[in-house]
């Protein structure tokens, strides 16, 4: 299992079309201090994630099972000047932000307050062998019998 250390932060940009649960690895950082891109870790289903105190005592620890349905609402949008509602383009919003999915049984608020205020964190997932190129945090294992497994 590969470690991560970070910052837990919720991750959003033009193009994402809403937030993703993040952790900034420690070591990708500019000499200036701001982040590098080389460090950013999307939290994935499966990950064993703990969030940390400032005291250093755990806040939450546990695995990753996103739910992206629970409390979806319609995206609204403007058609022909009016108002309306499009039932089939749905999302989650915690704290006014729409996101792309919520912690599996627990309140969406209370998942959101772990990533406000730069909080240290841990992952722990499975050791990459290779990244692809297309989703960045997809973690491609050997299993026992050393043959590649996503």
């Known amino acids: ?20 649960w993040a952790v900034h690895e420690d070591g990708y950082s ?5 982040w590098m891109y080389e460090g950013l870790r999307l939290l994935e289903n499966g ?14 620890s546990g695995v990753i099972d996103q739910d992206d349905k629970t409390g979806a609402i319609p995206h609204t949008v403007i ?14 919003v915690v704290g006014g932000w729409w996101v792309h999915w919520v912690q599996r049984g627990m309140n969406p608020e209370a998942w959101a307050e772990l990533f406000e205020g730069n909080k240290r964190c841990l992952i722990r997932r499975p050791e990459a062998i290779t990244p692809n190129s297309d989703t960045p945090n997809r973690v491609i294992a050997k299993d026992e019998h050393g043959t ?3």
Not at 2 to 20: A, P
Not at 79 to 92: A, D, N, S
């Open 79 to 92: 058609r022909k000047g009016k108002i309306v509602k499009l039932r089939g383009w749905k999302q989650q």
């Open 47 to 60: 990950d064993e994630f703990t969030v940390f105190d400032k005291d250093g005592s755990t806040l939450w």
């Open 1 to 20: 299992m590969k470690e991560i250390g970070g910052v837990c932060f919720l991750f959003s940009e033009t193009g994402t079309e809403g937030g993703w």
């Open 148 to 150: 590649k497994a996503e």
């Open 30 to 34: 500019y000499p200036d201090g701001h």
